[in-house]
């Protein structure tokens, strides 16, 4: 069983900075690219940011600038730091791993995490 578990969110005024986690647990071998979603009230599911397991990266244009993803594979650990936050910034935040590699050999493909809201203050 694998479980992504996100943490960090809070409500923080404009301008402000959260950086949120995701952890990965479970039997683990090998977790390729990442990503952060953000569902904001009344729109659909968003990405934010993703990264490849070389550490490759991208952003949404509306967060390119203040916002940098990385991750620590040795603690199957997923970041983004958001920083200059603006109310439009607000929802839940989501990671998901597009595959998994477990130690059975197996894969596991798009696992979720269940959100951390993010609430930004004008």
């Known amino acids: 069983q694998v479980q992504l578990v996100e943490s960090g969110g809070g409500l923080v005024q404009s301008g402000g900075s959260l950086r949120l986690t995701c952890i990965a647990s479970g039997s683990i071998r090998t977790i390729y690219t990442l990503n952060w979603y953000r569902q904001s009230p009344g729109k659909q599911r968003e990405l934010v940011s993703s990264i490849t397991a070389e550490g490759t990266t991208r952003y949404d244009d509306s967060v390119v600038g203040r916002f940098t993803v990385s991750r620590d594979d040795n603690e199957n650990t997923l970041y983004l730091q958001m920083n200059n936050l603006k109310p439009e910034d607000t929802g839940v935040y989501y990671c998901?791993?597009?595959?998994?590699?477990?130690?059975?050999?197996?894969?596991?493909?798009?696992?979720w995490g269940q959100g951390t809201q993010v609430t930004v203050l004008s």
């Open positions: 998901k791993a597009d595959k998994i590699q477990v130690t059975a050999g197996g894969f596991l493909t798009n696992r």
